[in-house]
């Protein structure tokens, strides 16, 4: 019955390694996000795709490149890990790629530490 | 009990009582608004909504009031409950992303 689902929960590594997040939603939406959480809990827009299109890329290291393989998923890999990623990872969705008037759905988070 | 500001305070109030936060945007060509609530270790979740049209919105137990003359929304609970302790999170829209403001952390007191 989740929305939108994120895979790990919880992911713990050493700095310089490659990690992927996984995230899956079953609304049928054709819009889906990444966003990022620090430990002061803002919130900030990483990417968003639509149709599995990029349509946002704020400024974020080139050590970030999201996938989407269908409009259901959009998969957050990250190269060379370091310290300052350690943060939890939002994925949202929403049913259409403006966000006017269109709420968007958030997934439970994915708390990445890096060592 | 109130609060004011973009930083994450913290309100603190009693079973029972109004809350009241606060939230000053920046973007004045801002057309859409949304107040989240995130509880410890879940994702944000959609509470209520306004658009710039508007100047007060109701849900149940909610009221959301937008002044756009000075930039600032708040949200009112009504009877704040237990179960109403998180952060709350306002967030702007124009036609590109929802931008976050940093949150008020709500307690509430039994």
């Known amino acids: 019955d989740t929305a939108v689902s994120q895979t790990p929960k919880y992911l713990v590594t050493q700095m310089g390694n490659d990690k992927s997040i996984k995230c899956e939603q079953n609304?049928?939406?054709?819009?889906m996000y990444w966003y990022k959480q620090d430990s002061k809990k803002f919130l900030k827009i990483m990417f968003s795709?639509?149709?599995?299109?990029?349509?946002i890329n704020e400024t974020v290291p080139n050590r970030f490149s999201p996938k989407s393989p269908d409009k259901a998923h959009l998969n957050l890999h990250i190269n060379s890990l370091e310290l300052g990623d350690s943060a939890v990872y939002f994925c949202?969705?929403?049913?259409?790629?403006?966000?006017?008037?269109?709420?968007?759905?958030f997934g439970p988070g994915t708390r990445l530490t890096v060592l | 009990g109130e609060s004011v500001g973009l930083h994450l305070p913290t309100l603190s109030v009693q079973e029972g009582d109004n809350s009241i936060i606060n939230c000053a945007y920046s973007?004045?060509?801002?057309?859409?608004f949304i107040w989240y609530k995130q509880e410890s270790g879940k994702g944000p979740q959609f509470i209520i909504d306004?658009?710039?049209?508007?100047d007060k919105r109701q849900g149940q137990r909610v009221t959301v009031l937008l002044n756009k003359t000075v930039k600032h929304l708040s949200l009112q609970i009504a009877a704040t409950q237990p179960g109403d302790s998180a952060v709350y999170f306002c967030?702007?829209?124009?036609?590109?992303?929802?931008?976050f403001g940093s949150g008020t952390r709500l307690q509430v007191q039994p």
């Open positions: 306004i658009r710039s049209n508007m």
């Open positions: 967030a702007e829209t124009g036609r590109r992303a929802l931008t």
């Open positions: 609304l049928g939406h054709d819009t």
């Open positions: 973007n004045s060509a801002s057309d859409y």
């Open positions: 949202a969705s929403s049913p259409s790629r403006e966000p006017l008037y269109n709420e968007q759905f």
């Open positions: 795709y639509n149709n599995k299109e990029l349509i």
